[in-house]
Nanobody, 120 residues
Framework: VQLQASGGGLVQAGGSLRLSCACSIRNFEHYDVGWFRQAPGKEREIVASITYRGRTTSYAESAKGRFTISRHNFQNTVYLQMNSLKPEDTAVYYC??????????????WGQGTQVTVSS
């Protein structure tokens, strides 16, 4: 199992980035996926999540109205479109997956992270 996050970079405040999470998971369509981030000196926090069929999404308050999570199961990929970026969005962003049948547990599989830096 491998999750590969990509798409991070340096962007000015107000700009946009689209993160991708390529998932090498058998039966990927059975997995919920979440995007997390961790800024220096802060705890990791969940930014957005999407259920295995893509029917339900959820967002942190800080992401609502600016970020959109989506998935293409036939491509085994989950995206995080981030618009109107702010300096406080600067962090390492991680994607993670867990089987829908164990939704009450922590995420099982994690990607390596991609750095997002937003300049003011």
């Amino acid at each position: 199992v491998q999750l590969q996050a990509s798409g991070g970079g340096l962007v000015q405040a107000g700009g946009s980035l689209r993160l991708s999470c390529a998932c090498s998971i058998r039966n990927f369509e059975h997995y919920d996926v979440g995007w997390f981030r961790q800024a220096p000196g802060k705890e990791r926090e969940i930014v957005a999540s999407i259920t295995y069929r893509g029917r339900t999404t959820s967002y942190a308050e800080s992401a609502k109205g600016r970020f959109t999570i989506s998935r293409h199961n036939f491509q085994n990929t989950v995206y995080l479109q981030m618009n109107s970026l702010k300096p406080e969005d600067t962090a390492v962003y991680y994607c993670a997956a867990r089987h829908f049948a164990v939704r009450s547990t922590e995420y099982t599989y994690w990607g390596q992270g991609t750095q997002v830096t937003v300049s003011s």
